[in-house]
């Protein structure tokens, strides 16, 4: 059987049988993986494993069948290159770093490599470690995943109508339309949601800045949860800090 050597993230995981794990890795050049590590929890009275961490970084060596989405490749070696470390001093950053691992999980593909993805999630990862305020690095890669799997709503005009959008007054957008809905289209979309974000954050020529970033966090994630089909891991703990970052201005 072939063998893969990649750089990887641990994007979730879960025990298997006694001593081994699945694993949903995204690969930098292939993509989401599902694996199983054999025995990678298999400990001795000298030595405690407890296996491979969530959210951890390495390179990986795996043995695969065949390159499909309903193949399970076998993991041969790991070599960690980041451990989680910084993302557990606070609950928040481990909110987000949770969060944005299962976003990625939900909006890609298994075997379709996304290298911008993969280097925007390790910058976020990175990020989360050391910043003070969370959500702004969630925001940008909110904005890396909408962009590179191709699920960006429009901003720069009315979805129905074409009709450029006022950036002084909220407006309304929907998710299932892909975009924001003027005024005159409004009263034809049953889903929907009102946005009070100014045009320039929403296209990105402007960095948001304060509530601006809980008011982009919040529309971007309830995209996302409308895209996914549900609300990815974290979301509501992230939602609550959105919502005291609102109140708070």
């Known amino acids: 059987m072939p063998h893969l050597n ?32 054999k025995g ?3 400990s001795t009275k000298q030595r405690f494993q407890p296996g491979i961490d969530l959210l951890e ?19 041969v070696e790991w070599k960690p290159t980041r451990a989680p470390g910084g993302l557990h001093d606070r609950l928040d950053r481990l909110h987000s ?8 999980s939900r909006l890609t593909e298994d075997w379709d ?9 390790e910058a976020s990862f990175a990020a989360l470690a050391v910043v003070e305020q969370v959500l702004s690095v969630v925001t940008g890669y909110q904005r890396v995943v909408l962009n590179e799997t191709g699920l960006m709503p429009r901003f720069d005009g009315c979805v129905g ?5 006022p950036s002084e007054r909220s ?4 998710s ?18 009102t946005v009070r974000v100014p045009n320039e954050v929403l296209t990105g020529r402007k960095d948001a800045r304060g509530a601006e970033i809980a008011g982009l966090f919040d529309l971007f994630h309830y995209h996302l949860s409308h895209v996914a089909g549900r609300e990815p891991a974290c979301g509501a703990e992230l939602t609550r800090l959105a919502a005291e970052m609102m109140r708070a201005r």
């Open 176 to 193: 299932f339309e892909g975009g924001l809905v003027c005024r005159d289209c409004e009263p034809a979309r049953v889903e929907k949601r």
């Open 161 to 165: 109508c074409g009709r450029a959008m």
């Open 113 to 121: 490599a996304h290298p911008a993805v993969f280097d925007g999630l």
């Open 97 to 104: 770093a949770v969060y944005v691992a299962d976003v990625t």
């Open 57 to 75: 970084s390495g390179r990986v060596v795996l043995s695969v069948r065949q390159l499909r989405q309903e193949a399970m490749a076998t993991l």
């Open 6 to 37: 990649d750089a990887a993230i641990v994007l979730r995981r879960s025990d298997y049988a006694e001593t081994s794990q699945i694993l949903v890795l995204f690969l930098r050049e292939h993509g989401k993986v599902h694996a199983i590590a």
């Open 40 to 42: 990678v929890r298999r």
């Open 171 to 174: 407006v309304v957008f929907s």
